[in-house]
C-alpha cells in the first residue's frame, strides 16, 4: 500500500542574523511533527530554509563592508548548521537566493502582471522600514508599526500592486468553510475580524528604493517585494514551474498539509499567501498553524534588550535533547511559554534526570544484578499489572490524539505520564524486597520484564521529540539483554553553578538606584567618568532641537550620514556616525538634539556644522536623542 503524503515547511529564516533559542523552537516543533508522521508511517516532506532579500539586508551588509550576496552566505550558513545541531530532519533548505526559486519569482510576477492582478502605480503611506511594511493611519498601534512596535516614517516611490480586494470574498468563503484552516481559532478571528471584513487594501509588490532583490525582469527598476517573494518558496522548492512544467515532486506534495509558522506572521500565511495561490490557480495548504511565542522571563526575546538565548549557548549547558525537552513541553498550544536558565536546570533535574533518566537506569541495573541481564514474562501478574499495562496501551493513543491536533506539549505530557508511572509501579511492586525472597522469584522477573517493556514503549513513543535519548534507551533496554552498564542519560545539575557560569557568559548589569546605589531591574550601563565641569563649561554650549529636512549616506564611508537639519529658520549641515544604526529614509522628519555652536569640521572631506546627540547602549547601537513631547524646530533644550 502506498504511502500517505505529508508535506510540512516552517517559515523560512529571515538572514539578518543569528536565530534565538525563540526562532530555533519553530524548527523544532516542525521536526518533532515531521518525525511523528513519519513514525505512524506517512511519506514526509520537510521543507525549511532562508529569507534573503530586502532593503534591512543591503543595509547590514552595507554596514559590515561586504556584498548582500556574501552577508546572506554566511548567516545562511550558520541558521543551518544551528538546524543541523538541533538534530532536525529536514528534507530541503532552500534558499530565496536559489537560481531555480529566482527565476520562477520572476515568472510568477510577470503572469500576474500580464493577467491583470498587479498592476502600476505609486505608493505613498508610512513606512517601516525593519518589516518593509507600508502602514495607513488607521492600522498603526499608538502611531507605531502594528507588527513590531517602532516607528513609521512617511515614503512614497513608485510600486506595482497586487488587487487583493478581487480575492477577499474567495478567501473569507473557503476559510468559513474550512475551519481547520486557520489554527489555533483565535488566530483565525483576528484575521478575519481585523484584515478580512473591514476590506482589504491592494498589497505593495515591488520597491525600487533599494536593490538587493530579484528584478522585475521586465521593469528593472524595480525588485519584487519580500512577500512575494518569500512566500512562493513553499511552491519552488518542490518544482512548481508558472509555466505549466512542474516537476513530479510538486504534483505529488502540494497543497501542502501544514505551515508552521509564528504568529506574527500569520497575517501573510494566512492572507497574501492564499490569495497569491488562487491568482495561480492552485489549491490552498490544508493548515496554517501560527504558533506562540517563546518569551525569555521578561518577555520577547530581543537583541535590544539584552534577553537573547541561543541554542548553542543551551545545549552546551543541557545538551541538545534536554532543549527540545524543553522548547517542546513548555509552549502551550495557543499561549506564549516562557524560558529561562533557572527553569530549564528545573526541568533537568526533575524531568529527565529523575522522572526519565533514574528509572532507566535503576531498572537496567536491578535486571543486571538480579538476572545477570536477561528477563522474560514468567506470567506472575497481580492486580498493580494491569493499571501499569493498561497505560501503556493508551498511551500511543492519547499521543496520537493530542499530535493530530498539533498539540505537542500535551502528547509529551501523556509520554512523561507513563513513565511516572512505571516509577509509581517500583514504589508499589518493590523489586528489593521481592529479591529477598526466594519463592518470589518468578514475580520479581515479571515486574521487572514489565518495567523493562514499559520503558521501551514509552521510548518509542519519546523517538520523535528526543531522538538522541530514545536511541540511547532503547540501545540500553535492548531485545534481549540489557546493557552491562546503563549510561546517565541525564546529570543533575547544581543551579548556582550554572547561573555562574551563565554570568560569566552574560555578566550582569545593575541598576543605579535614586540614592547613588546599584540594585536589580533594568539594564544599565556604567562608563568612566570624565573629570568635573562647571557650570560655566556647560552654559557655553548650545543645544537646540532640530527636524531633519534631508539626508543622504556620505560617499566612501560605511558609517557616515550627511544631515540637512532644520534649527529654528537656519538650516545646518551635520555629518554623524549613525548609519548603522538608521538609514536616509528614515532619518527625514525627525525632530533631534543638537549641539549647535560646535566648530565647524570635515569629516571624510564633508563638513560639518554641529553635533547630533544619541545614546549607545553596550553593544554600540545608537539611539537619537528626540523630544519626548512635539516641539518646534529651534527650541532651546538646557
Known amino acids: 500500500m502506498e504511502k500517505q503524503k505529508y508535506y510540512i515547511t516552517t517559515a523560512i529564516a529571515y538572514t539578518s542574523g543569528k536565530p534565538h533559542i525563540g526562532n530555533t523552537y519553530e524548527i523544532v516543533l516542525a521536526d518533532a511533527i515531521a518525525r511523528y508522521k513519519r513514525s505512524q508511517g506517512y511519506d514526509v516532506f520537510f521543507q525549511t530554509g532562508t529569507d534573503e532579500h530586502g532593503q534591512k539586508i543591503e543595509m547590514k551588509a552595507q554596514e559590515a563592508g561586504v556584498t548582500p550576496k556574501a552577508f546572506v552566505d554566511g548567516v545562511a550558513g550558520e541558521i543551518q548548521s544551528i538546524w543541523d545541531l538541533m538534530n532536525t530532519s529536514y528534507d530541503k533548505f532552500i534558499r530565496t537566493t536559489d537560481d531555480y526559486h529566482e527565476k520562477q519569482v520572476q515568472k510568477i510576477f510577470k503572469k500576474l502582471y ?96 533599494f536593490k538587493w532583490g530579484i528584478p522585475v525582469d521586465f521593469d528593472d527598476k ?121 527553569l530549564m536546570v528545573e526541568r533537568m533535574n526533575s524531568d529527565l534526570a529523575n522522572t526519565l533518566g533514574n528509572l532507566v537506569n535503576r531498572t537496567i541495573s536491578m535486571i543486571n544484578k538480579y538476572f545477570s541481564g536477561i528477563v522474560t514474562d514468567k506470567g506472575a501478574r497481580e492486580a498493580v499489572d494491569a493499571d501499569l499495562k493498561r497505560i501503556v496501551e493508551n498511551t500511543p493513543l492519547m499521543v496520537e490524539a493530542k499530535m493530530n491536533e498539533l498539540r505537542v506539549a500535551d502528547a509529551m505530557t501523556e509520554i512523561f505520564g507513563l513513565f511516572k508511572r512505571c516509577n509509581k509501579y517500583i514504589d508499589e511492586t518493590m523489586p528489593w524486597a521481592l529479591a529477598k525472597e526466594e519463592d518470589k522469584r518468578e514475580r520479581l522477573e515479571t515486574v521487572l520484564y514489565n518495567l523493562q517493556e514499559s520503558i521501551k514503549a514509552g521510548a518509542g513513543l519519546l523517538a520523535p521529540f528526543m531522538p538522541e535519548t530514545a536511541e540511547k534507551i532503547l540501545a540500553q533496554a535492548g531485545d534481549g539483554k540489557v546493557a552491562e552498564k546503563p549510561e546517565i542519560l541525564f546529570q543533575r545539575l547544581d543551579i548556582a553553578e550554572v547561573m555562574k557560569k551563565v554570568e560569566e557568559l552574560h555578566p550582569p548589569v545593575e541598576e543605579a538606584s535614586g540614592d547613588g546605589t546599584a540594585s536589580s531591574g533594568a539594564e544599565v550601563i556604567d562608563i568612566e567618568p570624565k573629570a568635573e565641569i562647571t557650570f560655566e563649561d556647560f552654559s557655553a554650549m548650545q543645544f537646540q532641537i532640530g527636524e531633519v529636512i534631508a539626508c543622504e549616506a556620505v560617499p566612501k564611508s560605511k558609517k557616515l550620514l550627511c544631515s540637512q537639519v532644520r534649527v529654528g529658520s537656519k538650516v545646518k549641515q551635520i555629518v554623524s556616525g549613525i548609519r548603522k544604526n538608521y538609514s536616509p529614509e528614515e532619518m527625514i522628519g525627525k525632530k533631534v538634539m543638537v549641539l549647535v555652536n560646535l566648530k565647524p569640521a570635515r569629516l571624510a572631506g564633508v563638513l560639518s556644522e554641529g553635533m547630533l546627540l544619541c545614546a549607545e547602549d553596550a553593544e554600540g547601537n545608537l539611539a537619537l536623542m528626540s523630544p519626548e513631547r512635539e516641539m518646534p524646530a529651534g527650541a532651546e533644550v538646557s
Open 114 to 209: 500580464e493577467q491583470g492582478d498587479i498592476y502600476k502605480s505609486s505608493y505613498e503611506g508610512l513606512y517601516c522600514t525593519p518589516c518593509e511594511s507600508f502602514w495607513t493611519e488607521s492600522q498603526l498601534v499608538d502611531g507605531k508599526c502594528p507588527d513590531c512596535g517602532r516607528e513609521v516614517k512617511p515614503a512614497k516611490e513608485e510600486a506595482y500592486f497586487f488587487k487583493m480586494s478581487k480575492y477577499a470574498d474567495r478567501l473569507i468563503e473557503h476559510i468559513n468553510t474550512h475551519p481547520e484552516f486557520i489554527q489555533p481559532v483565535s488566530r483565525k478571528n483576528e484575521m478575519m475580524n481585523n484584515f478580512l471584513l473591514p476590506g482589504l487594501q491592494d498589497l505593495c509588490v515591488s520597491r525600487t528604493s
Open 222 to 342: 524595480h525588485v519584487v517585494y519580500v512577500w512575494l517573494d518569500a512566500l512562493t518558496n513553499y511552491i519552488t522548492g518542490i518544482g512548481y514551474d508558472c509555466d505549466g512544467e512542474s516537476a513530479e515532486q510538486f504534483k505529488k506534495e502540494w497543497p501542502a498539509d501544514l505551515h508552521l509558522i509564528g504568529k506574527d506572521i500569520i497575517r501573510f500565511h494566512t492572507i497574501y499567501w492564499p490569495i497569491f495561490l488562487m491568482a495561480l490557480d492552485l489549491p490552498l495548504p490544508k493548515q496554517v498553524f501560527g504558533h506562540p511565542w517563546l518569551l525569555q522571563g521578561d518577555g520577547k526575546m530581543s537583541k535590544s534588550k539584552g534577553n537573547v538565548l541561543y541554542a548553542d549557548e543551551l545545549v552546551e549547558r543541557f545538551g541538545v535533547d534536554a532543549v527540545r525537552y524543553f522548547v517542546l513541553h513548555e509552549m502551550p498550544f495557543d499561549n506564549d511559554g516562557v524560558i529561562t536558565w533557572e
